[in-house]
């Protein structure tokens, strides 16, 4: 597998960039009800976060945060990587899909077909969403994939420079930096993959102690003569 694929099947499967959450500072207590209304860390007057930003003592009221973890563009396929963490005290309830909302450059939404599972754009994405519970610290992945594909010359092409995105339709929305123009082509198409749990995060195997230089060697060298 090249570095290319490999960074493409990383983000495909919704995993998150290296780096550690600190999440000490969020505080909010939530159960994931629907009909929350927007607070702090939220749209409206949320700022876009950056795929690896650090969101110590942004956890909004809601008790979650949701960023992109970076994006793809190979094969003409583009693929949005979402990470939803549960940055509460609360467990958060989850089941379906991201609420996508794309904006132009003057913040105004665009008209866009967002299809559940991104049937019509890619293959892979179909699996049906599962309830989950993520305990406080835990995260949930989806992704976000469009084409530019360009059907009709005489139709104007959709381009987006904002997204928002909520835990699924009725919660409140959170800006998420989508890493570059939201390029739709003049199909006003973008699918979203369900969400699902990411797999907990493992530290990796401490190295072998080694011999320190220079330090005498304890091998026992076998007598030839026996």
Not at 82 to 109: F, K, M, S, W
Not at 116 to 143: C, H, M, Q, Y
Not at 184 to 213: D, F, H, M, Y
């Amino acid at each position: 597998m090249t570095p290319r694929q490999a960074r493409r099947q990383l983000l495909l499967t919704g995993l998150p960039l290296a780096g550690a959450l600190l999440l000490g500072a969020c505080t909010a207590d939530h159960a994931g009800t629907a009909g929350d209304s927007p607070s702090a860390g939220e749209r409206p007057g949320a700022g876009p976060t950056a795929p690896g930003d650090d969101p110590t003592g942004a956890c909004p009221e809601s008790g979650v945060l949701i960023r992109s973890t970076g994006s793809d563009a190979a094969m003409g396929l583009r693929a949005l990587g979402l990470e939803l963490i549960n940055c509460g005290t609360a467990p958060y309830r989850l089941n379906g899909y991201p609420a996508l909302t794309v904006q132009d450059e003057q913040h105004q939404q665009i008209r866009v077909t967002v299809i559940k599972g991104a049937k019509e754009i890619t293959s892979g994405f179909d699996a049906p969403p599962v309830p989950i519970t993520l305990s406080p610290g835990g995260r949930a992945t989806a992704a976000v994939l469009w084409r530019n594909t360009v059907t009709e010359t005489t139709v104007e092409a959709t381009t987006g420079a904002y997204l928002d995105v909520a835990p699924d339709a009725g919660r409140p929305a959170q800006a998420v930096d989508p890493d570059g123009p939201i390029d739709l082509g003049n199909t006003g198409r973008i699918g979203v993959s369900a969400w699902k749990e990411a797999e907990p995060t493992t530290p990796a195997a401490p190295p072998a102690p080694s011999q320190p230089s220079g330090a005498p060697s304890m091998a026992v060298t076998p007598d030839s003569r026996l």
